[in-house]
Every structure is written in structure tokens, then in C-alpha cells.
């Protein structure tokens, strides 16, 4: 069955230090892979995916995340945080089925940016 | 600009009083989703429909329906609420089958 394992439930970074959220999956073939943030009260809001190619994907604000198949991992990196960053972060595994794409939700990591 | 609206933001309902949550689109997208996210959880899809084709997750209570009577409204039936139910439900939609999908703000739902 597919499952997204995301290992740290909350982090806590300095604001203007790098960070890398980490995220491991379970799925049979090529996956598409996710990452949401949800800031608090709010809907998700898609920071990139990863469908095929190039394995470092580029996404809005500044994030990025690389495809590592032999690891089985997507993780979630910026070079510097800004105290906006503070949300939670959702990593995704979508599979197509019944006409639609399922996504299968890790628990989330929160993030705490401190001044 | 184009969005996804959920309507309204926070509803309090009794146990077991029928609820409606509502939910909107203009992007023209053909698929629409429900999730359930319960505090500090992972949201969990409940059914989607890919245009009038309905599709309920294996493990959605019966307790959960929807409807959608055009492409741009999708409705979550709760009918009889429990204490267990009290939840963010998420409405989302994306273009086709393999698209991105997008998410509204939610409806946070409380069960007295």
C-alpha cells in the first residue's frame, strides 16, 4: 500500500538558517510526489511536485526538493528561512485511480522559526 | 481570480443535527475532492468526483455523502454528526485526472 513517512513531527530553525524537511514514501512505480504547506486555519497550498525528469524540482517561495528513487525519499529544502515560513509542511504520494488522483498525506512537520 | 470557495469558514452543529458543507469553484475544473483532517492530522480524502462520476473512499463512513449538482458546486452531506466527525474538511479540484490539485480555506466543523 502507498504510505508517506515524514520522521520529525515539529522542527525548529533559526530564522535565516537552511532547512531540509525530510520525507520518505512507500509506492510500486513512479511516483508523483507533493509538498504542501498549511499555514494555521488554512488550505493547503502546493509548493512543488515531482511528476518525471530532472530529480531537483524547483518550487515557489524559494523551497526545493530532490527525487531520490534509491532512497525512496522527496526532501524539502530552503538555503535561508524567513519567520514566514513558520506552517505546517504536508509531503504527498499521488496515484491515479478511478479517474482521478488520490493523494496519500505524511503526517506533517511543523515548523517554528526562531527571531 | 480564479479560486475555491468554501462556504461557510466554521459551522457548529449538534450530535446527530444534519449538516451541509459547501463548496465552489471558477476555475471550470472536472475533478472535485473532499478531505477530513482532523487536529494535528494528515488530511484523508473521503470521495471525489471526476465530473458526475462518483467515487467513495473504501473506508468513508456511511454517515458522509455528496453531491454535485454542477461543475462548479460540490456539497458534503454529514447526516448525522458525531463527536467524531468534529473536523477541517477540505475541498479541492484540479483540471484532470492526473492534474494539481487545488485547495479551498476549509470549513472547520464543530460537534456539540
Known amino acids: 500500500a502507498q504510505s508517506v513517512t515524514q520522521p520529525d513531527i515539529h522542527i525548529t530553525v533559526s530564522e535565516g538558517a537552511s532547512l531540509e524537511l525530510r520525507c520518505n514514501y512507500s509506492y510500486g512505480a513512479t511516483p508523483y510526489l507533493f509538498w504542501y504547506v498549511q499555514s494555521p486555519g488554512q488550505g493547503l497550498q502546493l509548493l512543488l511536485k515531482?511528476?518525471?525528469?530532472?530529480?531537483l524540482v524547483q518550487g515557489i517561495k524559494g523551497f526545493e526538493a530532490e527525487f531520490k528513487r534509491s532512497q525512496s525519499s522527496f526532501n524539502l529544502r530552503k538555503p535561508s528561512v524567513h519567520w514566514s515560513d513558520a506552517a505546517e509542511y504536508f509531503c504527498?504520494?499521488?496515484?491515479?485511480?478511478?479517474?482521478?488522483?488520490?493523494?496519500?498525506f505524511g503526517q506533517g512537520t511543523r515548523l517554528t522559526i526562531n527571531p | 481570480d480564479a479560486m475555491v470557495i468554501q462556504n461557510p469558514r466554521y459551522q457548529v452543529t449538534q450530535f446527530g443535527k444534519p449538516v451541509t458543507l459547501s463548496c465552489s469553484q471558477t476555475?471550470?475544473?472536472?475533478?472535485m475532492y473532499w478531505y477530513q483532517q482532523k487536529s494535528s492530522q494528515a488530511p484523508k480524502l473521503l470521495f471525489h468526483?471526476?465530473?458526475?462520476?462518483?467515487?467513495n473512499e473504501a473506508d468513508t463512513p456511511d454517515n458522509f455523502q455528496s453531491r454535485r449538482p454542477n461543475t462548479s458546486f460540490c456539497f458534503l452531506d454529514i447526516r448525522s454528526p458525531g463527536l467524531g466527525d468534529a473536523a477541517m474538511y477540505l475541498c479541492a479540484t484540479s483540471r484532470d485526472r492526473a492534474g494539481e490539485q487545488f485547495f479551498g480555506p476549509g470549513t472547520r466543523l464543530t460537534v456539540l
Open positions: 515531482y511528476f518525471s525528469g530532472d530529480t
Open positions: 476555475l471550470n475544473h472536472n475533478v
Open positions: 504527498a504520494v499521488g496515484f491515479l485511480i478511478q479517474g482521478a488522483q488520490k493523494l496519500v
Open positions: 468526483y471526476y465530473d458526475k462520476d462518483f467515487n
